[in-house]
Nanobody, 113 residues
Framework: QVLFVESGGGLVQPGESLRLSCAAS????????MGWYRQAPGKQRELVAT???????NYADSVKGRFTISRDNAKNTVYLQMNSLKPEDTAVYYC???????WGPGTQVTVSS
């Protein structure tokens, strides 16, 4: 069983930055490709970025060049550095391993002037 706890969200103005963290419990964290997902009000959850156990990354076109995903396997933690935030980035952000495990509480990111 793997559990996730996301943190680091908040209210920021357009153009500002945030760094999200996802702490994972469970013995096999390091073997999974991890992803950050987001769900805006009235919309389906979407995949934002992924990182393999070896550190290879992939991004949704909407965040490419602005967001950076990373992981620290020693700490069982995945990060999402979000720069140049836009109002359309407003959502609840979650981490998971491809939806294989229960979803955590998420962390709210609100970008507004």
């Amino acid at each position: 069983q793997v559990l996730f706890v996301e943190s680091g969200g908040g209210l920021v103005q357009p153009g500002e930055s945030l760094r999200l963290s996802c702490a994972a419990s469970g013995r096999f964290f390091t073997t999974y490709t991890m992803g950050w997902y987001r769900q805006a009000p009235g919309k389906q959850r979407e995949l934002v970025a992924t990182i393999t156990s070896a550190g290879m990354t992939n991004y949704a076109d909407s965040v490419k060049g602005r967001f950076t995903i990373s992981r620290d396997n020693a700490k069982n933690t995945v990060y999402l550095q979000m720069n140049s935030l836009k109002p359309e980035d407003t959502a609840v952000y979650y981490c998971n391993a491809g939806g294989l495990f229960s979803w955590g509480p998420g962390t709210q990111v609100t970008v507004s002037s």
